[in-house]
């Protein structure tokens, strides 16, 4: 079982439209999680962290099930700059030097 | 402030070439990272540094050397290419250990034939 999990799609919506992604990771011990966007062709870049309460900002909510072992983002109203990979990323013992990187959640946003 | 910048941003080299990935920050970080990420999947760790001085193995370092003689630059060579290490590779510097975001550089793209 890979350590962290993603759908790799590709999710195709049209703008305005909700889309919701998951991500498993399979060490319980696991202590901080994050969501990065990266472009076609791009370096990543944070989107937002994951806190055990869930935490929104703006359009996008963040999940996380610690008994389930799963995060999930949520985009709403989705938009044509939203087109990107989506990055799950989770960090096993509080160490970068752990950090585990999925293999991304394709998503366009069509017109 | 340029943050972190890699050179070159492609190469094309040849099976048994040596080269040496540039990397530089200049926001005083002292964790610096090189990850390499294959076609459809996620960064893995080649080799990460904790100051000048200071490099360690991640993941994935069979094929890599690094040095941190200084700060601010973080090399990574490649001694034998080898058609596997054909990839994209990415540098990161970050405050502490657990600092997010780590700030990447836009990625070298290498191509071993």
Request: contains cysteine; neutral net charge.
């Amino acid at each position: 079982r890979k350590e962290v999990e993603q759908d790799p799609g590709p999710f195709n919506v049209p703008e305005g439209a909700t889309v919701a992604f998951n991500c498993t990771y399979s060490n319980s011990a696991s202590q901080s999680f994050f969501w990065y966007r990266q472009d076609c062709r791009k370096e990543p870049k944070l989107l937002m962290s994951v806190y055990s309460s869930g935490n929104e900002d703006g359009r996008f909510t963040a999940q996380l099930n610690r008994a389930s072992q799963y995060i999930s983002l949520l985009i709403r109203d989705s938009k044509l700059s939203d087109s990107a990979t989506y990055l799950c990323v989770v960090m096993p013992s509080g160490s970068a030097r752990q950090l585990t990187f999925g293999s991304g959640t394709q998503l366009t946003v069509l017109p | 402030n340029a943050g972190v910048t890699q050179t070159p941003k492609f190469r094309i080299l040849k099976i048994g070439q040596s080269m040496t990935l540039q990397c530089a920050q200049d926001m005083n970080h002292n964790y610096m990272y090189w990850y390499r990420q294959d076609p459809g999947m996620g960064l893995k760790l080649i080799y990460y540094s904790v100051g000048a001085g200071i490099t360690d193995k991640g993941e994935v370092p069979n094929g890599y050397n690094v040095s941190r003689s200084t700060t601010e630059d973080f090399p990574l060579r490649l001694e034998l290419a080898a058609p596997s290490q054909t990839s994209v590779y990415f540098c990161a510097s970050s405050w502490t250990e657990t600092d997010q975001p780590q700030h990447f550089g836009d990625g070298t793209r290498l191509s071993i034939l």
